[in-house]
Nanobody, 124 residues
Framework: QLQPVESGGGLVQPGGSLRISCVGS????????IGWFRQAPGKEREGVAC????????YYANAVKGRFTISRDNAKNTAYLQMNSLKPEDTAIYYC?????????????????WGQGTQVTVSS
């Protein structure tokens, strides 16, 4: 399994912005669909956003639509999740994965294998 490496998390105030990154370690991300999931304390892991490499489909969960943007920089072999207007409920560990299904209205993943993720904390 190809496991990308997440980084860029941190502490941010409500209403602030943060950009987290996902690097393809030993493989090129532009050949893969990219997905971001998150898990808040005491809650199940949930899909946040994804970008398909097959047909350019992009999906956002309702909770983040209009605030988060998923993107790629193929020259840097890096994917990003730009998070604006952050809320305390966005506090979670964020995970980047490449083995998932992604369409304009859904994202789904069967595997239960995850990287270390990056912690995002939204608090005043």
């Amino acid at each position: 399994q190809l496991q990308p490496v997440e980084s860029g998390g941190g502490l941010v105030q409500p209403g602030g912005s943060l950009r987290i990154s996902c690097v393809g370690s030993g493989f090129t991300l532009d050949k893969y669909t990219i997905g971001w999931f998150r898990q808040a304390p005491g809650k199940e892991r949930e899909g946040v956003a994804c970008s398909s490499h097959r047909d350019d489909s992009i999906y956002y969960a309702n909770a983040v639509k209009g605030r988060f943007t998923i993107s790629r920089d193929n020259a840097k072999n890096t994917a990003y999740l730009q998070m604006n207007s952050l809320k305390p409920e966005d506090t979670a560990i964020y995970y980047c994965v490449t083995d998932l299904l992604c369409g304009n209205y859904y994202m789904a993943r069967a595997s239960n294998s995850w990287g270390q993720g990056t912690q995002v904390t939204v608090s005043s």
